[in-house]
Nanobody
Framework: QVQLVESGGGLVQPGGSLRLSCAVSGSTITIYGMGWYRQGPGKQRELVAGITSLGSRNYADSVKGRFTISRDNAKKTVYLQMNSLKPEDTAVYYC??????????WGQGTQVTVSS
């Protein structure tokens, strides 16, 4: 059974930084593209950053230049470095495969709140 455990969220002031981690168990991640998703209050879940198995990265326009996704295949962990945070980044953040094949295995997410 695949398990995804996100951590690293918290309350931060505008302009601050956070680093999220997603630990995967029950499967390798080496051959999969992985992504970070978020779901803000009253909004649908959206993909904000993705990294392919070869390390190519893509970002939503709303976070480009501020967020950086990375991966450590040996540790089966995916990271999201978030800088210059804005109130509109407030959301629950999740990780998962970018092809949707782990749609039954969403973790609990980690709450990020950007507020002064």
């Amino acid at each position: 059974q695949v398990q995804l455990v996100e951590s690293g969220g918290g309350l931060v002031q505008p302009g601050g930084s956070l680093r999220l981690s997603c630990a995967v168990s029950g499967s390798t991640i080496t051959i999969y593209g992985m992504g970070w998703y978020r779901q803000g209050p009253g909004k649908q879940r959206e993909l904000v950053a993705g990294i392919t198995s070869l390390g190519s990265r893509n970002y939503a326009d709303s976070v480009k230049g501020r967020f950086t996704i990375s991966r450590d295949n040996a540790k089966k962990t995916v990271y999201l470095q978030m800088n210059s945070l804005k109130p509109e980044d407030t959301a629950v953040y999740y990780c998962n495969r970018i092809d949707g094949r782990w749609g039954d295995y969403w973790g609990q997410g980690t709450q990020v709140t950007v507020s002064s």
